[in-house]
T-cell receptor, first 112, second 110 residues
Framework: DAGVIQSPRHEVTEMGQEVTLRCKPI?????LFWYRQTMMRGLELLIY????????DSGMPEDRFSAKMPNASFSTLKIQPSEPRDSAVYFC??????????FGQGTRLTVV | DAKTTQPPSMDCAEGRAANLPCNHS???????VYWYRQIHSQGPQYIIH???NNETNEMASLIITEDRKSSTLILPHATLRDTAVYYC???????????FGGGTRLMVKP
């Protein structure tokens, strides 16, 4: 398996634009996590899914953020409209129950 | 979630053992201790986990105290490539939600 795959690796967008980050988890994993990392706040859990169902989205900062998992092999994190303070590295991770999580290489988002 | 406490930074000489401590005094009986590390600009990487007994794998050893209120991650022969932020985590009761604290920034020096 190629591991957790995120795209794009880098994204630069203008304030107010819609941004969509994508994640392909490891095949067979039933948990998927979205994290955001900044210097100020460290690694923050935004939302996680179990069997494609959102379980806890309490970390999603505001209504501008939304996440979906239409099937077991794909998830998106969307920001609409984007703001400069959304600039961060966004990580996706997947795991099986009781096992270690595997992280993707992240998407570095810059909103100008 | 059981809260963990780690020193913010540590130094280690190349080739020596790196011993990274973690306090998790509120851990409950069925909660595991996980260790991850994050090398600059990369996603966090799983290292090792344990419940009660000491564990060892190709990357590291994990020593958990008998009362389970603290643990130590040991890198037996640290290399420059081990320079990273090391996170000690106790997942939630469901066993899957990972909450990261500040971690320990380990600097391995030549």
């Amino acid at each position: 398996d190629a591991g957790v795959i995120q795209s794009p690796r880098h994204e630069v967008t203008e304030m107010g634009q819609e941004v969509t980050l994508r994640c392909k988890p490891i095949s067979g994993h039933d948990y998927l996590f979205w994290y955001r990392q900044t210097m100020m706040r460290g690694l923050e859990l935004l939302i996680y899914f179990n069997n494609n169902v959102p379980i806890d989205d309490s970390g999603m900062p505001e209504d501008r953020f939304s996440a979906k998992m239409p099937n077991a092999s794909f998830s998106t994190l969307k920001i609409q409209p984007s703001e400069p303070r959304d600039s961060a590295v966004y990580f996706c991770a997947s795991s099986s129950l009781g096992r270690e999580a595997f992280f993707g290489q992240g998407t570095r988002l810059t909103v100008v | 979630d059981a809260k963990t406490t780690q020193p913010p930074s540590m130094d280690c000489a190349e080739g020596r053992a790196a011993n990274l401590p973690c306090n998790h005094s509120t851990i409950s009986g069925n909660e595991y201790v996980y260790w991850y590390r994050q090398i600059h600009s990369q996603g966090p990487q799983y290292i090792i986990h344990g419940l009660k007994n000491n564990e060892t794998n190709e990357m590291a050893s994990l020593i958990i105290t008998e009362d389970r209120k603290s643990s130590t991650l040991i890198l037996p022969h640290a290399t420059l490539r081990d320079t990273a932020v090391y996170y000690c985590i106790v997942p939630n009761n469901a066993g899957n939600m990972l909450t990261f604290g500040g971690g320990t920034r380990l600097m391995v020096k030549p």
